[in-house]
């Protein structure tokens, strides 16, 4: 282990330590340009222009640089003039503002120390129940933050288990002082609360149109608001996943959040309430319940119902976070309610930060597809831990440093976006920088076609969510069914079927309506089809399935080769090499087993003879 300063992700040129003792984001400008400049030749002056706010104008002197901003759009250009001279790439010209002004990473972190859905090791800053991290990791951190512009870390899991709920009574000043270590680097905290909490303070209910409640709720915000004032509010999973919720008290999800809102609104702070509810003790054999109807069946009856101060945070998907999901309808449909999307840097579906999954051109596609504008905030799930490499795979970095750059401007490029990440991170000869920004660019596709191929998802092994296990959960309460038997594989979500396409704005539904005009990638969501279904080239779908699953495996293979001849350090290359191995591993198996799979309920044989094991 080592105290963070050591392992940088993308910080390598910043070889000084972060800074320790500087109150403010300009004076963390001032004090990484001093160091930067003590290397660089020239020098950068600040003016510091509270109206900029977050954003900034950096311009070329004859003496050096200027970078006029509000006072954390200071640090921000500060980073981004860093990484220009760094890279000798130009200064973005004229004013530059983040396109959303809230920009999350939630964490799930546990009081005990573990990470919900973790891939990197144990948690950053708790552990036994308590706070306990090592400054200098934590300050690195938010340099690591604010190099990219994230200003909002939530702390702990939206599954808010004891004793998380001291954090906001006798750790309350604990919770402080970390407040205070991550705001020079413009990164405020939010909190993930309970909302039964009244009820484990002495309350007989959580009713939130009981009056005690409110006041209750009042009272607690001026107590926790007084003791970290620049609190950027606080994030509830309600009524979803057996966490409690206002439905216990005939309540809806508006009058819920609105009561939070109310108690939170004096100080400025934000309710961000998440629409992943879904009924999760279905009935397999029920087959008009469809879970990704689930959000917007629930929510979009309630539109403009809610408090200015509350966002609604939806997932980029209907499901899950799997590999391929249709944007969900609820982002398209609701018009009247401030909305933030919920991206997955923690790779829970995508390969546990084992398997390579970069995630940019995932997430170009699902901004050119709903608009940037539909959206009011983002948040994204951290790939975060305690590993020496902050990431569990030294590439993983490049979600968390891209994910930054897109909450910024989210009509960056992929392929620039990793480049930069790569030059960053790595010295690299140019062409080998060039393979590894192509062997990140394919990885998504190469991932989904062993794992989810045309759109079918949920093929995993239950709870751990890694590895193939076709049928894990066909027979469980969550919704997460395939339905293949011998003639046919998928779901109608046509109007014919459970109706989830009528969710769409027409346009969107004409499409993926008729099986021959749907995009492959979304087949089997939208469709159930028999395996001699003929797909827009010809080939059956059975054999597509195949054929997906044994080029998977190949171009993961094709990709190890790449990338064990590239001249990373040490220790990233050893951890690289392990990795690959053990996604190769895992390609293979997902081949076997979903190809099995396959070929034991239709017989069909691989039209080139590979081996399918019956
Ligand atoms: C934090 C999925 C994950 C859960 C997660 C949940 C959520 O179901 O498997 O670990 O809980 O999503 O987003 O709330």
């Not at 319940?289 to 539109?303: F, G, H, K, S, W």
């Not at 905030?377 to 979600?399: E, K, Q």
């Amino acid at each position: 282990m080592n105290d963070g300063q050591n392992r940088r992700a993308w910080l390598k040129d910043l070889i000084w330590p972060a800074p320790e003792n500087t109150k403010t984001p300009a004076e963390t400008a001032a004090y990484e340009l001093e160091h930067f400049f003590a290397g660089h030749s020239g020098k950068a002056e600040i003016c510091l222009e509270e109206a900029l706010g977050e954003g900034y104008i950096l311009s070329q002197t004859e003496m050096g640089y200027t970078i006029r901003g509000g006072e954390a759009g200071i640090l921000f250009g500060a980073y981004v003039l860093i990484r220009a001279l760094t890279l000798q790439e130009e200064l973005p010209a004229g004013e530059q503002k983040p396109y959303y002004p809230l920009r999350m990473l939630n964490c799930w972190d546990n009081m005990s120390g573990d990470v919900e859905r973790g891939y990197a090791g144990r948690s950053l800053w708790f552990e036994e129940g308590k706070f306990s991290y090592d400054l200098g990791r934590i300050r690195q951190l938010g340099r690591m933050l604010g190099s990219v512009g994230i200003n909002t870390l939530c702390l702990n899991n939206v599954n808010v288990h004891q004793p998380a709920q001291h954090m906001l009574d006798d750790l309350l000043g604990d919770t402080a002082r970390f407040a205070a270590l991550l705001r020079p680097f413009g990164v405020k905290l939010m909190l993930s609360i309970d909302f039964s909490y009244p009820m484990q303070c002495g309350l007989d209910t959580a009713d939130p149109l009981d009056e005690r409640v409110q006041a209750w709720w009042a009272e607690k915000a001026k107590i926790i608001w007084t003791a970290i004032p620049d609190l950027a509010g606080f994030l509830v999973k309600a009524d979803s996943e057996h966490r409690p919720g206002p439905n216990t008290y005939g309540r809806s999800h508006a009058e819920g959040a609105n009561m939070l809102a109310r108690a939170i609104a004096p100080y400025g702070g934000k309710l961000v309430w998440r629409a992943f509810v879904y009924n999760c003790m279905q009935d397999w054999r029920d087959t008009k319940t469809d879970r990704p109807r689930a959000a917007y069946d629930l929510y979009m009856p309630l539109d403009g119902a809610f408090d200015d101060n509350v966002i609604l945070q939806i997932k980029h998907g209907p499901f899950d976070f799997q590999v391929r999901e249709p944007l969900s309808p609820l982002l398209l449909g609701m018009k009247n309610t401030a909305k933030a999307i919920e991206f997955q840097l923690a790779q829970e579906y995508t390969g546990q930060q084992i398997d390579l999954y970069a995630m940019p051109p995932m997430w170009k596609e699902i901004f050119a597809q709903m608009g940037k504008e539909r959206v009011q905030a983002i948040a994204a799930v951290s790939n975060l831990g305690r590993d020496d490499n902050w990431t569990g795979h030294p590439f993983a970095a490049l979600n968390l440093f891209a994910y930054g750059l897109y909450a910024w401007n989210p009509d960056s490029d992929p392929e620039a976006v990793i480049r930069q990440w790569a030059r960053l991170s790595y010295d690299l000869p140019k062409e080998q920088t060039e393979k590894l920004v192509s062997v990140l660019l394919r990885s998504r596709s190469v991932y989904e076609k062993y794992t989810a191929t045309l759109g079918l998802c949920w093929m995993i092994t239950p709870n751990t969510h890694y590895g193939p296990n076709p049928y894990g959960y066909e027979f469980q309460a969550w919704g997460t069914y395939i339905r293949a038997d011998r003639s046919a594989v998928g779901i109608d979500r046509t109007e014919k079927g459970t109706g989830y396409l009528c969710q769409y704005p027409e346009k969107m539904q004409k499409l993926y309506q008729d099986p021959h005009t749907c995009p492959d990638e979304l087949l089997l969501f939208f469709h159930r089809l028999p395996y001699d279904f003929i797909m827009k080239d010809g080939r059956s779908l059975i054999q597509r399935i195949y054929d997906d699953h044994f080029a998977g495996y190949e171009e993961a293979k094709e990709m190890a080769s790449i990338l064990k001849d590239l001249d990373l350090p040490e220790p990233d290359r050893e951890e690289m090499l392990a990795r690959m191995e053990a996604q190769l591993r895992n390609a293979r198996e997902w081949r076997d087993i979903v190809n099995t799979f396959f070929y034991r309920f239709c017989g069909v044989p691989d039209e080139r003879g590979r081996t399918i094991y019956p």
